[in-house]
């Protein structure tokens, strides 16, 4: 079975760089790192908030990445992280390119 890139955009009301920090440490492996099956990682301030867009080698990749360590962590409370979980968004990407 040929499995395809996977992207998903979060988008979290009032959303800081301060609470993207905090979070962005106490789910990924290390400063620079990306998480096992993640190939892209950018986050930015947005109209509204803060964005954060990744892309996952597959699917299976993202939600084993969500269900093992972003849900966890998140539902645990990161001090300083982000209050409320994000609007998401998921695509099912055609093309990634470098």
Do not use: N
């Not at 998480?35 to 699917?59: L, N, R």
Request: proline content about 8%.
């Amino acid at each position: 079975m040929e499995t395809s890139p996977y992207g998903v955009v979060h988008f979290f009301p009032g959303g800081t760089k301060e609470q993207y920090e905090a979070s962005i440490a106490a789910v990924h492996p290390g400063a620079g790192l990306l998480p096992d099956g993640q190939i892209f990682h950018a986050g930015g301030s947005s109209a509204g908030g803060w964005t954060i867009m990744a892309v996952h080698e597959s699917k299976e990749s993202w939600e084993k990445f969500r269900d093992t360590i972003l849900m966890p962590r998140m539902q645990a409370g990161i001090e300083g992280g982000f209050a409320s979980p994000p609007e998401e968004t998921v695509v099912d990407l055609y093309k990634v390119m470098p």
